[in-house]
């Protein structure tokens, strides 16, 4: 297992900022999130993990669908805020899942992780534990970084190999550190095949209306290259 989360640091000094603008900020409201809801399964009645909840905008999404939700982040800024946000409605731990966590085999009907993944060198291990986690045919939602994207930015950097990248996040107010870690497609697929998990779904994302409205020159990138990559597997 990885030693300290790479990104615990940055997500401390931007916690407030970050639940602030989530709601609003174009690349999380109106391009990734509406992506990775259109590949949930009906959540109605469904025992939901959110793993990487941040302030909690998809464990409240979640709720009001009627799915019972237990949200988990590593950063205890991002806990607190998430627990105000979702007042009780919610049970919110302060957890990492890159180790095992202290919940009984076959809990839930469905993992939702979005936007988390890139944070964790080792895969193999936290898909199992997602395996895990689920009943049989339950499903797993997440949302990462996609490897043309990152190329993009680091054209320096080895495709092939996982590399911890930094980049310098000015969206959320301050400029702000982040570290992630950088794959190739057969980093992201194939832990995933070999944790138990059949892939049904590979979605590369489009901006929305909203988006062009919000951001029009980022818009017009964003219809020509991707940002994010979506995923929608089934527990075999």
């Given at each position: 297992m990885?030693?300290k989360?790479v990104?615990?640091?940055a997500?401390e000094?931007?916690a407030?900022?970050?639940?602030a603008?989530?709601?609003?900020k ?7 999130r509406?992506a990775t ?7 109605r ?11 909690g905008?998809?464990a ?5 669908q009627?799915?019972?939700?237990v ?5 205890p800024?991002?806990?607190q805020l998430a ?5 009780d409605?919610?049970e919110v731990?302060?957890?990492d ?11 839930f009907?469905?993992v939702?992780s979005?936007?988390?993944?890139d944070?964790v060198r080792d895969?193999?291990?936290v898909f199992r534990?997602?395996?895990r986690?689920?009943r049989?045919?339950?499903h797993?939602v ?6 043309f994207a990152?190329m993009l930015l680091?054209p ?8 911890l990248l930094?980049w310098?996040?000015?969206g959320?107010?301050?400029p702000?550190?982040m570290?992630?870690?950088?794959r190739?497609l057969?980093?992201?697929l194939?832990?995933?095949l070999e944790?138990g998990?059949?892939v049904?779904?590979?979605?590369e994302?489009?901006?929305?209306e909203?988006?062009r409205q919000a951001?029009?020159?980022?818009y017009e990138?964003?219809?020509?290259q991707?940002g994010?990559l ?5 527990r075999?």
């Amino acid at each position: 297992m990885d030693g300290k989360p790479v990104a615990l640091e940055a997500y401390e000094m931007l916690a407030e900022r970050y639940a602030a603008l989530i709601d609003t900020k174009p690349h999380n409201a109106y391009y990734e999130r509406p992506a990775t809801l259109s590949l949930l399964p009906d959540v109605r009645g469904k025992k939901v993990l959110d793993a990487g909840c941040g302030p909690g905008v998809y464990a409240e999404w979640l709720t009001a669908q009627g799915a019972r939700v237990v949200a988990l982040d590593v950063s205890p800024k991002m806990v607190q805020l998430a627990r105000e946000r979702l007042s009780d409605k919610v049970e919110v731990h302060l957890a990492d899942f890159r180790q095992r966590l202290d919940f009984e085999d076959g809990l839930f009907d469905l993992v939702l992780s979005a936007l988390a993944m890139d944070y964790v060198r080792d895969w193999h291990t936290v898909f199992r534990e997602f395996h895990r986690l689920l009943r049989t045919n339950g499903h797993l939602v997440m949302s990462c970084g996609h490897p043309f994207a990152d190329m993009l930015l680091h054209p320096e950097s080895n495709y092939f190999q996982v590399e911890l990248l930094h980049w310098v996040w000015r969206g959320f107010g301050i400029p702000v550190r982040m570290p992630s870690h950088r794959r190739p497609l057969s980093a992201i697929l194939n832990p995933l095949l070999e944790a138990g998990f059949d892939v049904e779904r590979v979605l590369e994302p489009l901006p929305t209306e909203e988006f062009r409205q919000a951001d029009p020159e980022e818009y017009e990138k964003l219809t020509r290259q991707p940002g994010f990559l979506c995923l929608r597997a089934v527990r075999r």
